[in-house]
C-alpha cells in the first residue's frame, strides 16, 4: 500500500492490512458483498473503497500466485478521502489517530443495509438474524453484575451489550 511523504497513510494501511489479513472478515465481506455492489456502497463511499481496496489486493494475490509477479502497489487515497468527507477528525494530510480511524471504519460497515444474514453458509449464530459483519468478526459480548457469594443477590446488572478492542 501507498504511503508517500506527507500523506501519512501508515496507521490507514496497517488498519487495511490487519482487516484483509482476518480471513474471516475478509470472506464474509467477499461472499456477502460481491454480489450486491450497488446496494453496498450506496449509502457509504468509505465501504465502496475499501471494498475496491479488498479487490485490487486479492488481484494482486491471484497475479502473484499464477504468474509469479510482485504485488502492485495499491493506492489507499480512495478510502482516505471517503473518511475526510465524513468529517468526523479524520482529515487528509495530518497524523490521524488509528483508533478513531477503526472506529469511523465499524460505524460505516455497521449501516442497516450492510448487515450479514446468519443464514449464510458458514457464519454462526442464530438462525434468521441479521447482524452488523464488524459484530459478527469482532465483537466481544459482555454482560456484568455483582453477586455476593454470602448471599446470593445479584446486583448492579448491565444490559448484555458489545465491546470492540483496538491495541
Known amino acids: 500500500l501507498v504511503n508517500r511523504q506527507g500523506e501519512y497513510n501508515c496507521f490507514l494501511n496497517v488498519i487495511i492490512q490487519c482487516l484483509w489479513h482476518c480471513d474471516s472478515f475478509k470472506d464474509i465481506i467477499s461472499r456477502e458483498y460481491s454480489s450486491r455492489w450497488e446496494d453496498v456502497t450506496k449509502g457509504s463511499t468509505v465501504v465502496g473503497a475499501l471494498l ?16 509469479g509477479q510482485h504485488r502492485l502497489v495499491i493506492d489507499p487515497t480512495d478510502l482516505r478521502m471517503a473518511l475526510d468527507a465524513l468529517g468526523k477528525n479524520i482529515s487528509i494530510g495530518e497524523m490521524n489517530d488509528p ?10 460497515l455497521a449501516l442497516p443495509h ?45 444490559p448484555e451489550h458489545s465491546e470492540y478492542f483496538q491495541t
Open 99 to 108: 483508533t478513531e480511524v477503526l472506529d469511523r471504519l465499524y460505524e460505516c
Open 114 to 158: 450492510l448487515h450479514i444474514s446468519i443464514n449464510a453458509p458458514g457464519v454462526p449464530g442464530v438462525r434468521g438474524t441479521r447482524v452488523p459483519v464488524v459484530q459478527h468478526c469482532f465483537a466481544l459480548r459482555v454482560s456484568d453484575s455483582v453477586h455476593c457469594s454470602l448471599c446470593q443477590k445479584v446486583t448492579h446488572q448491565m
Open 52 to 67: 475496491h481496496l479488498f479487490q485490487q489486493l486479492k488481484e494482486g494475490e491471484q497475479e502473484e500466485r499464477v504468474a
